[in-house]
């Protein structure tokens, strides 16, 4: 949900939601200060994120989601160690965290072409994931997923099912579905519906690359040897119950490092 529509119903569309079974509710707050809010053209700003988050709260949701952004470059370290101190005050139960990517053809490509935005280097954007990781880590805060943080158990079931390739059921346009070996799609704007199977050795590397993105990785020997010998030699791996899985110190980089281990 965004915070517009969440101020806009009210908490009796949020009670209503929750007697049709709704358990959880994910809120794309993004940033809490407005002029951040503003350059990426967002309908709400951040007094009314407060007041939809005090709504839900209100009507007895206890599982809520918090989506922010990082990787910007006029977000300075000050702004984002604002925006992380209040919402940790506010106490949700998952905090998820992305960095800004540009889409082609969106509006801001457009403007990164024109000249008129400069994109965060990475040493920005890194520095600004490990102000993300040591304030969750602070506050209690299990980092379980590259970008995803929940208090003790209270990880998201929902996403935890696609990173552990468990069978799942996509409804509505453009969704997609899994199940026994073959990822489908349903039909958007005009584009056919369709499928693939995937062959064992495609499952194998997206088994890899799904789990290296988890605290829980994957299970020993899923990687060549001689990779995961080298990986765990320069510490891009490490080893924890039986399984191997990329330290939180290198999740920054774990692209790269997935790219070579598959």
Not at 2 to 22: H, M, Q, S, T
Not at 134 to 143: E, I, K, N, T
Not at 220 to 243: N, V
Request: aromatic residues 8%; charged residues 25%.
């Amino acid at each position: 949900m965004n915070p517009e529509d969440i101020v806009e119903k009210g908490p009796d569309y949020v009670r209503e939601l929750l007697a049709l079974g709704v358990n959880r509710v994910s809120m794309g707050v993004q940033s809490l200060d407005d002029g951040i809010l503003r350059w990426m053209n967002r309908r709400h700003d951040a007094a009314r994120a407060r007041q939809a988050f005090g709504i839900l709260r209100e009507a007895g949701v206890r599982n809520i989601s918090v989506d922010l952004i990082f990787g910007i470059s006029q977000l300075s370290e000050a702004i984002f160690a604002e925006t992380l101190r209040e919402v940790l005050a506010w106490r949700p139960e998952h905090v998820s965290a992305y960095q800004l990517s540009i889409e082609g053809g969106s509006a801001l490509a457009e403007l990164v072409r024109q000249g008129r935005y400069r994109e965060a280097p990475q040493e920005q954007c890194a520095a600004q994931y490990r102000q993300l990781c040591d304030a969750l880590r602070a506050a209690g805060y299990v980092h379980y997923e590259i970008s995803n943080w929940a208090l003790p158990c209270h990880e998201a079931v929902h996403n935890s099912a696609y990173w552990s390739r468990h069978p799942y059921v996509g409804l509505g346009p453009a969704a997609h579905s899994f199940h026994d070996h073959i990822r489908s799609w349903n039909a958007y704007d005009g584009h056919p519906a369709g499928s693939e199977t995937l062959s064992e050795e495609e499952e194998r590397e997206e088994e890899i690359m799904l789990g290296l993105r988890t605290a829980r990785g994957v299970a020993d020997g899923r990687i060549d040897a001689a990779k995961a010998a080298a990986a765990l030699a320069d510490g891009r791996l490490e080893r924890a119950g039986g399984r191997l899985r990329i330290p939180e110190d290198r999740w920054f980089v774990s692209d790269d490092i997935i790219a070579d281990l598959v």
